[in-house]
Nanobody
Framework: QVQLVESGGGLVQPGGSLRLSCAAS????????MGWYRQAPGKPREFVAA???????SCADSVKGRFTISRDNAKNTVYLQMNSLKPEDTAVYYC?????????WGQGTQVTVSS
């Protein structure tokens, strides 16, 4: 069982930045593919970004060039740096850990982009 705890959400003005963090329990964090997903009110959960155990990254077209995912295996933590935020980025952001066929989710952190 993997426990994931997100932090760093909040209220930010359009054009601003936030960095989300996700701390994971367990001793094999470095072997997980870590990801960020988000869910806006009334919409399905959608993929934002992912990073593999080897450090390869991918992200949704909607955030390309604005969001960056990274990981620190020594701290069992994955980050999502979000720049140039837009109102449409408003959502609950969830951290995900994937190992084989097992996927784990955090509880989510709210990000609100509004003036």
């Amino acid at each position: 069982q993997v426990q994931l705890v997100e932090s760093g959400g909040g209220l930010v003005q359009p054009g601003g930045s936030l960095r989300l963090s996700c701390a994971a329990s367990g001793s094999i964090f470095s072997m997980y593919t870590m990801g960020w997903y988000r869910q806006a009110p009334g919409k399905p959960r959608e993929f934002v970004a992912a990073i593999t155990s080897g450090g390869s990254t991918s992200c949704a077209d909607s955030v390309k060039g604005r969001f960056t995912i990274s990981r620190d295996n020594a701290k069992n933590t994955v980050y999502l740096q979000m720049n140039s935020l837009k109102p449409e980025d408003t959502a609950v952001y969830y951290c995900s850990a994937l190992y084989g066929i097992q996927r784990y989710w955090g509880q989510g952190t709210q990000v609100t982009v509004s003036s």
